[in-house]
């Protein structure tokens, strides 16, 4: 059974850092694809970074060159580092996996995804 487990959300002004962690368990890596999401209110949820089972990332060009996603696989967790929030990134953030299908494929595109934590919020203020 997969669980994902988000923490690390919290309230800080513009300009600030939040790094976010999701503790991985009964999902491995390998031909794995990982990434996070966000949704803010009134808004579709939308793709914000993955990572593959090759350590191969993506990010959408809104937090390109602010966020970074990491994983450790001892640790079984996944990150994602906030850096220069802006208000705009205010929103609830989601860590998923994609389905292991003994591919490589992975996206932004959250009907990829299987399996999902319960989010963490991120609010950022100006």
């Known amino acids: 059974q997969v669980q994902l487990v988000e923490s690390g959300g919290g309230s800080v002004q513009s300009g600030g850092s939040l790094r976010l962690s999701c503790a991985v368990s009964?999902?491995?890596?390998?031909?794995?694809?990982m990434g996070w999401f966000r949704r803010a209110p009134g808004k579709e949820r939308e793709g914000v970074a993955h990572?593959?089972?090759?350590?191969?990332?993506l990010y959408a060009a809104s937090v390109k060159g602010r966020f970074t996603i990491s994983r450790d696989n001892a640790k079984n967790t996944l990150y994602l580092q906030l850096n220069s929030l802006k208000p705009e990134d205010t929103a609830m953030y989601y860590c998923a996996a994609r389905r292991q299908y003994g591919d490589y494929y992975c996206s932004l595109a959250s009907y990829d995804f299987t399996y999902w934590g319960q989010g963490t919020q991120v609010t950022v203020s100006s």
């Open positions: 990572i593959d089972s090759r350590g191969t990332t």
């Open positions: 009964g999902y491995t890596y390998t031909n794995g694809c």
